[in-house]
């Protein structure tokens, strides 16, 4: 993690976002602007959030740990998306991990000034409920998705949201993702084999391709359709 102390790219992301638009108050004096580079974590399941995150570049996934060790893939966030309105209104740690999968860029309040200034605010109580109603929907469509969909179409989804393109490869189909494939099928609620499998099958599909450094998506368009709208993050703003 990384501060930015250029107040002119801080000033710019709070006019271009309209900030303002979720507070009664002016909080342009008590936000920061924090890096995060790829596979950092925002945040950590269990720890206490030292900030309440306003997500303005880049792209992060949501996962939480169940009982019985294993991990579940919930939700992959984009901007412009608040993180910490859970724990901001009960006061806890943080109810989930969050991990970049880009360089992400947020804009931050101390999370002991945010309660201190924001508990009160009727503007952002109102925008803070606005997000957990659509937090929960998107959830429960993710967590349905876990249960009905074919392993195939969930992981389509999840390389499609997470392959980066390769700036030097010859061919713009070529894109290539450096997930841990035994992560993978713990996010997805696979066993580590059925997800080979299903990886072989989307390489017989002409959808992706083995080489020595790992899979490489050939078909973007294939890979799309097999995805559907499946683990889509949506956003009210």
Do not use: W
Not at 122 to 129: A, H
Not at 131 to 150: D, G, R, T
Not at 169 to 188: G, M, R, T
Not at 212 to 220: A, L, S, T, W
Request: glycine letters at 4%; hydrophobic letters at 40%.
């Amino acid at each position: 993690m990384k501060k930015i102390d250029d107040l002119f790219v801080i000033e710019s992301y709070y006019s271009e976002l309209n900030m303002n638009q979720f507070f009664d108050k002016d909080m342009k004096d008590h936000i920061k602007l924090l890096k995060f580079e790829r596979n950092e974590y925002l945040c950590r399941e269990g720890e206490n959030m030292p900030y309440f995150i306003f997500l303005v570049e880049g792209k992060a996934k949501l996962f939480k740990t169940l009982p019985n060790g294993r991990t579940l893939l919930l939700n992959f966030y984009t901007p412009l998306k608040v993180i910490g309105d859970i724990e901001i209104v009960k006061n806890q740690a943080a109810s989930g991990s969050i991990q970049a999968l880009s360089d992400c860029y947020c804009l931050v309040i101390p999370m002991e000034k945010a309660r201190e200034e924001l508990i009160t605010d009727r503007k952002f109580l109102k925008f803070t409920c606005e997000s957990l109603a659509e937090k929960l929907f998107v959830i429960s469509m993710n967590s349905s998705i876990n249960l009905l969909y074919p392993l195939e179409n969930r992981l389509a989804s999840y390389i499609n949201e997470l392959s980066i393109p390769i700036r030097h490869s010859n061919s713009k189909k070529y894109i290539n993702f450096d997930e841990n494939l035994v992560s993978i099928a713990e996010l997805l609620g696979s066993s580590y084999r059925h997800l080979l499998r299903t990886f072989n099958s989307l390489c017989k599909k002409g959808v992706l391709e083995k080489d020595n450094i790992g899979y490489r998506v050939i078909n973007k368009e294939l890979l799309i359709e097999l995805a559907g709208d499946l683990y889509k993050d949506t956003t009210f703003l």
